[in-house]
T-cell receptor, first 112, second 113 residues
């Protein structure tokens, strides 16, 4: 089945710097890749997603890129702010009628 | 829309007691998922339903865990008997289709003493 690997597991950046989180997946037929943000004590919330017919998608300070050939996708956060501190999960939907497979998460700390 | 609703938000119980967690999915969603989250194991999918039918329960840790979805707007996750290692946050999520974006409820923080 699908396997999603996420790196790094922890990431610390200075406020204002950029942060990049990378994920790889194993099922070449996967076609939907959402990213979730989970603040401490809260639920995971969808922040951005990308489908396999698109290479890049942006929403203000966040962007996601997808490389289908290499089977990896990345989350980019620019001009980081303390409120970006959270755990970020990537996910992929494999082929067939199966649900999301999540990565293990990245704990991002933005240092003021 | 109120989003996915879970109850209770916090549950503290003693080992051996029965625990029932409840979930109401977003109206119109036909897929429902139960997850468990711990620091050690991360976010684990326990079971999911499509159109009220359990599709995959391979994530259910043992026979002490059971889940039901009697109708499109209600699901329960039951642990009987509960053990301290069951302490975790349990999330319910729903989606329009099983392979679409999932929306999470606020979670139930379970503590088994």
């Amino acid at each position: 089945g699908e396997n999603v690997e996420q790196h790094p597991s922890t990431l610390s950046v200075q406020e204002g710097d950029s942060a990049v989180i990378k994920c790889t997946y194993s099922d070449s037929a996967s076609n939907y890749f959402p990213w979730y943000k989970q603040e401490l004590g809260k639920r995971p919330q969808l922040i951005i997603d990308i489908r396999s017919n698109v290479g890049e998608k942006k929403d203000q300070r966040i962007a996601v890129t997808l490389n289908k050939t290499a089977k990896h996708f990345s989350l980019h956060i620019t001009e980081t702010q303390p409120e970006d501190s959270a755990v970020y999960f990537c996910a992929a939907i494999p082929s067939g009628n199966t649900p999301l497979v999540f990565g293990k998460g990245t704990r991002l700390s933005v240092i003021a | 829309d109120a989003g996915v609703i879970q109850s209770p938000r916090h549950e503290v119980t003693e080992m051996g007691q029965e625990v029932t967690l409840r979930c109401k999915p977003i109206s119109g969603h036909n897929s429902l998922f139960w997850y468990r989250q711990t620091m050690m194991r991360g976010l684990e999918l326990l079971i999911y339903f499509n159109n009220n039918v359990p599709i995959d329960d391979s994530g259910m840790p043992e026979d002490r865990f059971s889940a039901k979805m009697p109708n499109a707007s209600f699901s329960t996750l039951k642990i009987q008997p509960s053990e301290p290692r069951d302490s975790a946050v349990y999330f319910c999520a729903s989606s329009y289709q099983g392979t679409d974006t999932q929306y999470f409820g606020p979670g139930t923080r379970l503590t088994v003493l």
